[in-house]
């Protein structure tokens, strides 16, 4: 049996690599100074997800949702050997809390796993109801290394959206002549098969009212640089007779046998 | 919807068999204070087969009501008959709040939960309270919700989240973040019978096999905690980390830096995405303290830093602080304390 397996993931912030500027002055997020990377757990998920196809067949494709610029992830993902991705990229999909991500995602998964069957002269397509809907915990199955032939080969693997950047980052050729070449670059990359393919609402068949910030119930009431208290510690010198002190305060308070 | 549950703040406690995961009764505790703060009841839902026995606990812990989902189906736990059983509880009887524990089992049950009855969550929250909120683009005023308060975007900033029109407010909090109280068995509580309406669809999975594995640290019993962080430098060199937890008797645990960078198992980590903690000792080795650190271990009694860098955020919610290279303190530190016996 060969399973059609779907592996969702996500951009998140660099938490190794945040600095002060993470936050702007009037409280809110400086998302210039937070790098993007493939959130590890979900490697996780991809890893188990590869595992399964090697082990008995199928097809691995992996969907994000999120602004161009998240199709960094998909490149990473066709590197570590997924054989499609999807990105899921609409205005209407911004600002989705828990509830309205999953919306979208599973009308994405939906159409992921239609398939197309033969029947008596002819096909009929069959949206399959979800067997299988797993999580994989953190701690599971230690994602593989990206295959150096599959980097080389995807490295200039493209969405649609980002094409626009590649053909004019001057932003100055005329409407026309945009389209055109956008056009020109879009069947090129499809003829090498560096394609990434963008789904919108519309290509979901999704209710934009369980999208984004309108389908979802939860708001940020504040958000609080973790600003630290100043400092009332101890001080304990790293000298024999600082720690010779220190031990004798632990054991005195009894925290220390 | 039954007026008396109007303001119920429910938590699911999780049982697996037989036995009631600590993080449920954490829970309750902070279920009374948020109850007491909008005039409502706590109470608890616990779903299996022959848990019955169970009330008695959830009542001592402060559970007003215990709704006892009793199904021979229920007896392992499998996503889709439970999240059923508990939506369609949820759906009859209306409660204000409902809050998990963020274990394997919670994490998976508490979104489908939530997206079954089509409202909000906040996952792993490390604080619950009451307040009120204006919708800054309506102005319209909500009072008494609860504020869902997590740390975000690696710990940069603490997210206050809000679910204003929709109800349940849910959340899942990690075990360890609010303190076990106290059992008291004169509280008096009732036991309501719940039969769950299941059908064929939710049963399509079936718990073919059952492998309990041993968990090899004991990171929330420990008394005593000595935690490496990034400087440590290397796995070998985590050696001196288990050479001071040695000689203190205490248990090695490890910041996430630690855990990625592959010096020790993911089974030490302590924070917002390891074990939350609370020993009487907590010594932190090169650990800077990132926000997601200190959320599993600022409720330590006495709490060490040593790391090279003064202005080192673990600095801030330490009792004793040494500025110095652990490689030189830490063997200083076991010097001292054997010569004091």
């Known amino acids: 049996m060969s399973y059609k397996i779907a592996v969702c993931a996500k951009q998140v912030p660099d938490t190794r690599n945040i600095t002060g500027d993470a936050m702007n002055a009037d409280g809110t997020i400086n998302r210039g100074a937070l790098p993007a990377v493939f959130n590890p757990e979900d490697k996780n998920a991809l890893e188990m997800g590869l595992w399964l196809r090697d082990t008995h067949g199928g097809e691995v494709t992996v969907i994000t949702m999120g602004p161009p610029r998240a199709a960094d992830i998909l490149r990473d993902a066709l590197e570590y050997g997924a054989d499609r991705v999807v990105l899921l990229t609409d205005r209407g999909f911004a600002v989705a809390d828990t509830l309205a991500t999953s919306y979208t995602l599973a009308k994405a998964i939906g159409r992921v796993v239609k398939v197309r069957r033969l029947i008596d002269g002819g096909y009929e397509t069959v949206e399959a109801k979800l067997p299988v809907l797993m999580t994989v915990p953190s701690e599971a199955n230690e994602p593989r290394p990206p295959r150096a032939k599959l980097i080389m080969k995807y490295k200039k693997a493209k969405a649609p959206s980002e094409l626009i950047r590649l053909i004019d980052p001057a932003r100055k050729l005329p409407p026309d002549e945009l389209e055109k070449r956008w056009k020109e670059k879009e069947y090129e990359l499809g003829q090498a098969g560096l394609l990434i393919p963008e789904w919108d609402g519309a290509a979901i068949a999704a209710d934009m009212e369980q999208c984004g910030f309108l389908g979802s119930p939860t708001r940020v009431m504040k958000a609080e640089g973790a600003v630290l208290k100043q400092a009332q510690h101890k001080r304990a010198e790293p000298t024999d007779e600082g720690m010779r002190q220190l031990i004798h305060e632990l054991a005195k308070d009894h925290i220390l046998e | ?341």
């Open chain 2, 1 to 341: 919807m039954n007026d008396d549950n109007k303001k119920a703040v429910w938590v699911v406690a999780e049982q697996q068999e037989g036995k009631l995961a600590e993080v449920g009764l954490e829970l309750l505790g902070r279920a009374r204070k948020l109850a007491g703060d909008i005039g409502g009841a706590v109470c608890a839902v616990v779903a299996g087969h022959n848990v019955g026995g169970l009330a008695k606990t959830l009542i001592a812990h402060g559970a007003k009501k215990v709704y006892l989902i009793d199904d021979v189906r229920l007896a392992d736990y499998t996503t889709l008959p439970y999240a059923k059983a508990i939506a369609d509880l949820a759906k009859d009887q209306g409660p204000e709040i409902i809050i998990f524990g963020a274990t394997m089992l919670g994490r998976d049950l508490a979104p489908r939960v939530a997206s079954i009855l089509r409202c909000g969550l906040t996952a792993d929250c490390t604080d619950l309270r009451i307040g009120d909120y204006t919708d800054p683009n309506t102005d319209r005023q909500y009072k008494q919700l609860l504020y869902q308060i997590r740390p975000a975007f690696g710990g940069s900033i603490i997210a206050t989240i809000v679910s204003p029109e929709r109800r349940p407010q849910m959340a899942t909090v990690r075990e360890g973040v609010f303190p076990l109280g106290e059992p008291d068995d004169s509280r008096a509580g009732e036991v309501v019978q719940v039969h769950p309406a299941l059908t064929q669809d939710e049963m399509i999975a079936k718990v073919l096999d059952r492998v309990q594995a041993e968990k090899k640290v004991d990171l929330k019993g420990a008394q005593i905690i000595i935690s490496g962080g990034a400087g440590v430098g290397s796995a070998d060199n985590f050696d001196l980390i288990r050479d001071l937890a040695d000689v203190l008797g205490g248990v090695v645990g490890a910041s996430r830096a630690a855990v990625d960078a592959g010096f020790i198992s993911h089974d030490h980590q302590v924070g917002q995405t390891g074990t939350t903690v609370r020993p009487k000792l907590y010594i932190a080795c090169g650990i800077s303290g990132q926000v997601q650190h200190r959320a599993g271990m600022q409720e330590s009694g006495t709490i060490v830093a040593v790391n090279k860098d003064a202005e080192a955020p673990i600095f801030s919610i330490a009792h004793y602080g040494i500025v110095g290279d652990l490689n030189d303190v830490i063997p200083k530190l076991i010097k001292a304390y054997k010569s004091k016996q």
